[in-house]
Nanobody, 119 residues
Framework: QVQLVESGGGLVQPGGSLRLSCAASGSIVAIYTMRWYRQVPGKQRDLVAAITNGGVTNYVDSVKGRLTISRDNAKNTVYLHMNSLKPEDTAVYYC?????????????WGQGTQVTVSA
C-alpha cells in the first residue's frame, strides 16, 4: 500500500519562508511526475508546481520566482521551498504523484498540510 505523507506546514509572517516535504512509502517500483497542489475553502484544488523524474519543473505564474519544487529520488521525497510568502499563498497544500506499483500506474494524494501566511 502506497502512502504520501506531508510535513512542514504552519503559520508564517508575510515575506517569510517554509519548506514542505512529502515522502512516499510502500511497494513502490517507480515514481514519475510529482506535484504540489493547493486549495482554499470553497475553491477548486489548483496545481502549483510539478517536477518529472528527470528533474524538469513547471510552475503556475503566480509562484514563479518565489516557490521552488525539488525532489530526492533516493528518498522518494518531493519538496516545496516557499520564499517571500504572501497572504494569498494561504491554503492547504497537497502533494500528488504518479506511482508504478504492483504492475499498475496510479495517482496518489497526500493528506494535506495547512500553510497560513499572516501578520
Amino acid at each position: 500500500q502506497v502512502q504520501l505523507v506531508e510535513s512542514g506546514g504552519g503559520l508564517v509572517q508575510p515575506g517569510g519562508s517554509l519548506r514542505l516535504s512529502c515522502a512516499a512509502s510502500g511497494s513502490i517500483v517507480a515514481i514519475y511526475t510529482m506535484r504540489w497542489y493547493r486549495q482554499v475553502p470553497g475553491k477548486q484544488r489548483d496545481l502549483v508546481a510539478a517536477i518529472t523524474n528527470g528533474g524538469v519543473t513547471n510552475y503556475v505564474d503566480s509562484v514563479k520566482g518565489r516557490l521552488t519544487i525539488s525532489r530526492d529520488n533516493a528518498k522518494n521525497t518531493v519538496y516545496l521551498h516557499m520564499n517571500s510568502l504572501k497572504p494569498e499563498d494561504t491554503a492547504v497544500y497537497y502533494c500528488n504523484a504518479d506511482i508504478f506499483e504492483r504492475g499498475v500506474l496510479r495517482q496518489y494524494w497526500g493528506q494535506g498540510t495547512q500553510v497560513t501566511v499572516s501578520a
